[in-house]
Nanobody, 129 residues
Framework: QVQLVESGGGSVQAGGSLRLSCVVS????????MGWFRQAPEKGREERLG??????????SYADSVKGRFTISKDNAKNTLYLQMNNLNTEDTAMYYC????????????????????WGQGTQVTVSS
């Protein structure tokens, strides 16, 4: 059974930083697409945004709104996925979820929530002005 457990969320002022972690167990972690998604307070699950994904060889993809501020990485030895978030702003306020699956289109991992079948419970990030 695949399990993903996020941590690291919290409240921070605009301009601050947080690092999210996601510990993964129950499958061959290194061979999957891994991603971070977020769901804003007023949005439904169907409006989750693909923040960043990373594939088995370390290639990454980011949403335009976080490029240059967020960094996705993973430690295969620890089965842990990370999201370093810098220069946070109020629009980054959301529940953040990590997810894993073979979400591949054209040979690349894609930031499409519907292609990910394994999800964590989420960790809340709140950014105040």
């Amino acid at each position: 059974q695949v399990q993903l457990v996020e941590s690291g969320g919290g409240s921070v002022q605009a301009g601050g930083s947080l690092r999210l972690s996601c510990v993964v167990s129950g499958y061959s972690y290194s061979s999957y697409c891994m991603g971070w998604f977020r769901q804003a307070p007023e949005k439904g699950r169907e409006e989750r945004l693909g923040v960043a994904v990373i594939d088995s060889d370390g290639s990454t993809s980011y949403a335009d709104s976080v490029k240059g501020r967020f960094t996705i990485s993973k430690d295969n030895a620890k089965n842990t996925l990370y999201l370093q978030m810098n220069n946070l702003n109020t629009e980054d306020t959301a529940m953040y979820y990590c997810a894993a699956d073979r979400a591949v289109v054209g040979g690349l991992c894609v930031r499409v929530p519907e292609l990910f079948g394994n999800w964590g419970q989420g960790t809340q990030v709140t950014v105040s002005s």
